[in-house]
């Protein structure tokens, strides 16, 4: 039985790229075909070749929110907020980090004169009270939450590369990092080809970069968060199904949501919560194919993709990647599995 530990791996810290290439284009590629268990190197720009018509790509349009803000206790200690999730126009979601626990009751100054009054706590997530909208809040103060992996302070090609150019509800404190790839030349091409896309939403939560704890797997559960999708959407998957396409997710968020709405190989408009944890066993319902970036070690993605891959296949390919130096994790390469072959 698998446990925590043999979904672990040894990165070199100089391969996790700490800035977006030059264009959102200049990455590369890696193929992985499950049928042959063969790996091909190309170019983010030759992805098309490895695309029919009849495809249909699935991207996931939530919009980062400038999550993170920095305040002061009443005491004065230091406190910073990193907003999960907006209840409502005054209410929100938090994680905090100070140097004591924050408890019920308490207040923190934030810039603007603005105060947050601390609800309630629940599972390390707090409940606050804004004394001012909070989405004209952050849009004027609140910084944008780039991975902590990439220890480093936001810059400000962070504000445009962090963020897909399709990003259009705004919701999510961290980006769907397999979409960062495409530009506006990209979809162009694609469409030359008759390529069709879908948009779907899904609010990545902070729980994107969090490794599991358990051994066990089955002790592990994944937060929720918020999935929209839309008749034009649900349409579009199932017509591609009924035509024998293939459906591919950009990103392994796009994927959690679709097969979150599947039912007997079949969508239907939904929207609502999902907590869907995607491990080796799963039986996917809608992704024929998956165009995602590399992920962290004993993380709940790595364990997404090695459920379509499988583990040792999944393994072999980063250990093929770190030997050819690809760039890993939000600003870094992509990878495209094809789970019954490229066909």
């Known amino acids: 039985m698998l446990k925590l530990t043999d979904f672990d791996y040894y990165l070199p810290e100089d391969l996790i790229a700490k800035h977006p290439p030059k264009r959102r284009r200049d990455s590369r590629l890696l193929i992985v075909d499950c049928l042959s268990k063969d ?149 162009d091409e694609l469409k030359e080809q008759n390529i069709n896309s879908a948009y779907i939403t899904l609010h990545v939560g902070a729980g994107t970069f969090q490794t599991l704890r358990e051994e066990d797997l089955e002790n592990n559960s994944l937060h929720s968060e918020f999935v929209k999708i839309d008749y034009k959407a649900s349409n579009l998957i199932n017509l591609a199904k009924k035509r024998k396409g293939r459906v591919i997710p950009i990103g392994t968020t796009s994927m959690r949501a679709i097969e979150s709405a599947a039912n007997n190989h079949y969508i239907q408009p939904w929207s609502g919560e999902t907590n869907i944890f995607i491990k080796p066993g799963y039986n996917f319902e809608i992704t024929d194919a998956l165009l995602t970036n590399f992920h962290l070690p004993k993380s709940s993605l790595l364990l997404l993709i090695s459920a379509m891959a499988g583990k040792e296949l999944i393994f072999e390919a980063y250990q093929y990647a770190i030997e050819r130096r690809f760039r890993f994790f939000s600003y870094g390469d992509a990878m495209l599995i094809f789970p019954r072959g490229m066909q």
């Open 39 to 187: 790996f091909k190197e190309a170019s983010f720009t030759d992805l098309g070749k490895f695309l029919k018509p009849s495809d249909l790509l699935v991207f996931n349009n939530t919009k980062v929110m400038r999550a993170r803000i920095f305040g002061n206790k009443s005491s004065g200690g230091k406190v910073e907020i990193l907003i999960e999730r907006i209840i409502d126009e005054f209410h929100a979601f938090a994680h905090i980090r100070a140097n004591r626990s924050i408890k019920k009751g308490a207040l923190i100054s934030l810039e603007n004169k603005c105060k947050f009054e601390v609800l309630a706590k629940d599972k390390g997530i707090y409940k606050l009270l804004s004394s001012q909208p909070l989405y004209e809040f952050l849009d004027s103060y609140g910084e944008l939450p780039i991975p902590p992996y990439l220890n480093r302070p936001v810059e400000d090609i962070d504000n445009e590369r962090y963020q897909t150019i399709y990003a259009s509800e705004l919701g999510a404190v961290a980006a769907p990092t397999a979409g960062l790839h495409f530009d506006e030349r990209m979809f």
